[in-house]
């Protein structure tokens, strides 16, 4: 790929990038906004926002991110398992995976449910592993970005400075 595209391809992933992590930061937000609601109501009108801005927002950055790690495997000399950092990059997304479906997702779904049949109260959250699963998100997320800029264990190419 041309340094041009290159540039390109980095400016895209920086940003996909910056959407799914503000992304998450915003769903911990309203998660923390749905579990101090005071009645049924405050909690049916915030609850159901949370899988829909996984929807409309983590999803779409998600696999467009997964497309542009396609792409840098196939198509640059980043490649898949050149570089170890980049090995990594690619077990923590498929490590997420997991932690946004039947993580939060699905214990924001089971929520909902409780809610909807047994009504709310303070103790409707007892057990719930969902802001477990969120806090995980946002951990493995700001450790992907970091080993994104530092690229540690990276082999130095010939005639390369840093
Ligand atoms: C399939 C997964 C991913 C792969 C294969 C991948 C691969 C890469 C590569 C090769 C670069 C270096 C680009 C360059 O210097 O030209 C990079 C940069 C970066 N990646 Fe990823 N990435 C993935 C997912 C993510 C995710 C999920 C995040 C954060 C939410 C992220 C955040 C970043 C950031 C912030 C940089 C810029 C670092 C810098 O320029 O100093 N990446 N990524």
């Known amino acids: 790929m041309k340094v041009k595209s290159l540039k390109w391809l980095r400016i895209l992933h920086i940003m996909s990038a910056a959407i799914w992590f503000g992304g998450t930061i915003c769903i911990l937000a309203v998660a923390l906004m749905c579990f101090s609601s005071s009645s049924e109501a405050a909690f049916l009108i915030t609850a159901p926002l949370i899988p829909e801005l996984y929807r409309r927002v983590i999803l779409p950055a998600a696999l467009f991110i997964i497309l542009q790690g396609l792409i840098y495997g196939f198509f640059t000399n980043w490649g898949f398992i050149k570089h170890k950092w980049v090995t990594a990059k690619w077990i923590f997304t498929i490590l997420l995976i997991p932690c946004i479906g039947a993580g939060a997702i699905g214990q924001m779904f089971s929520l909902i449910e409780k809610v909807k ?17 969120i806090i995980l998100q946002v951990l493995i997320m700001l450790l992907m970005i970091s080993i994104s800029a530092l690229k540690p264990w990276k082999k130095k190419l010939p005639g390369e400075k840093i």
């Not at 049949?117 to 699963?133: A, D, P, W």
């Open 117 to 133: 049949q047994s009504g709310y109260s303070s103790q409707v959250y007892e057990g719930n592993l969902f802001l477990v699963f």
